[in-house]
């Protein structure tokens, strides 16, 4: 493996000049091959939000909960402006073609993945699949994208709100069977796929408090299925509307097995959406409800877990609810204008009270050039009902500025 990423990154800083033409590599055989991608540089201003720019939608953890003021909120941090950046977002597409075999693959990597002294930079496979073309069906096989995954909002920084970042689990190995019908005025895309993410859609959790069940295994990769519509409003761009379901089984077990024991549970959950283009605007909404899946969240280290022991022995799922609505203005092709209001609630009889997070996102997308793009973005986060070591509360609420430069090539 270390092998194959030697040659990855060689051949890409061997062909970066020929990229930016969309140059097509030399392969063996009738395939054709061709390499894209982007650079990328991340600015993040945070306060009360004191994680990396890809965790902060919620304060960092108690690294040491037995130890006396170790959490990073206490005193100075707790609310004051921290500043983080990354690059390692940049990221490098190969496609692969092959017209006599009806068969397509991509590979694409970024330089976020660590090294063996535990830096980052290293590069890191993302995506990794081959799509059979069969007449009116396709079949992709490797690591991808999950069905689940509609790119639901539209912040620029490279984690999205809290309740649709899918942190965890947005891409997985899978095969997939997909299809489309085309209804002349409108077109409708059929998917179906068997994930191996149910361990990372069930969430364990770091609760010690209330007892949470870990997840021990699983024995069957999880079903879904997705079905998107498009359709010409007479408004400009075509509309979408989108609806998906899984259903995700896993075995589950307190810490020492002692009530419950590697017992099968059954998670599952759905969404549906719309984005309707009305000349330079284009709104979205987005659902999606969880029963027993928290890892649709995102919240990393303060995400609740999926299961928890009642007081009686039984077993006490946590469901979650979570929307966003937004908009997006384009007055000129160059620049675009967008704002967003999201939330995610997690429900259990197990909680005192329902916790919850909500996100209010203003941007503003420049096309500085043909192929470069500049994004500044402002949050604001607001948590209730989070049993923060060290805050004194468990309520709190935080502001965010992203600064995005892209050269696509």
């Given amino acids: 493996m270390k092998k194959f990423v030697s040659v990855v990154v060689s051949l890409s800083l061997g062909i970066i000049s020929l990229a930016a033409n969309a140059a097509s590599l030399t392969t063996e055989g009738s395939t054709q091959a061709t390499i894209h991608g982007f650079t990328y540089a991340q600015f993040a201003w945070d306060k009360q939000t ?25 005193k100075s941090t707790y609310n004051e402006v921290n500043s983080q950046a990354e690059s390692w977002l940049t990221r490098l597409y190969f496609v692969f073609k092959n017209p006599n075999a009806r068969l397509k693959g991509l590979i694409a990597g970024d330089f976020k993945g660590k090294s063996e002294d535990g830096n980052r930079g290293s590069f890191r496979i993302r995506q990794a699949w081959v799509e059979h073309n069969l007449s009116n ?27 649709f970042q899918d942190i965890k689990m947005k891409r997985v190995p899978l095969v997939r069977l997909s299809t489309s019908i085309d209804l002349e005025k409108a077109n409708i895309n059929l998917a179906f796929a068997f994930q191996f993410g149910n361990k990372l859609a069930v969430n364990s959790g ?12 699983y024995t069957i990769p999880y079903p879904a299925t997705r079905v998107v519509a498009t359709f010409d409003t007479g408004f400009g761009a075509p509309a979408e509307i989108y609806t998906w379901g899984a259903v995700i089984p896993v075995h589950v077990s307190d810490k020492n097995g002692e009530n419950v024991a590697d017992k099968s549970e059954i998670s599952y959950a759905f969404g549906a959406g719309l984005r309707v283009p009305v000349y330079a605007f284009k709104f979205g909404f987005n659902f999606h409800h969880t029963d027993g899946a928290t890892g649709y969240s995102g919240l990393t280290d303060f995400e609740p877990a999926s299961y928890y022991l009642s007081k009686n022995g039984g077993i006490e799922k946590t469901s979650t609810n979570t929307f966003n609505i937004n908009v997006v203005f384009k007055p000129i092709r160059s620049i ?14 197990i909680f005192p009270s329902d916790p919850k997070v909500e996100t209010l996102i203003g941007n503003v997308k420049i096309k500085t050039t043909k192929v470069t793009m500049l994004g500044i973005e402002w949050r604001h986060m607001k948590a209730k009902n989070f049993d923060i070591v060290g805050a004194g509360d468990d309520e709190f609420s935080g502001d965010q500025v992203y600064a995005v430069y892209k050269y696509l090539f």
């Fill in 50 to 74: 004191t994680g990396l720019p890809d965790l902060s939608n919620m304060p960092e953890p108690d690294p040491n909960p037995s130890a006396k003021y170790s959490t990073p909120l206490y």
């Fill in 137 to 163: 069906f396709k079949i992709r096989i490797g690591k991808t994208y999950i069905l689940e995954e509609m790119f639901s909002s539209i912040s620029l920084a490279s984690v999205k709100p809290a309740g």
């Fill in 206 to 217: 770091k609760d010690t408090k209330n007892n949470a069940l870990l997840v021990d295994r």
């Fill in 336 to 349: 675009s204008f967008g704002c967003e209001y999201d939330k995610v609630k997690f429900d259990n009889n």
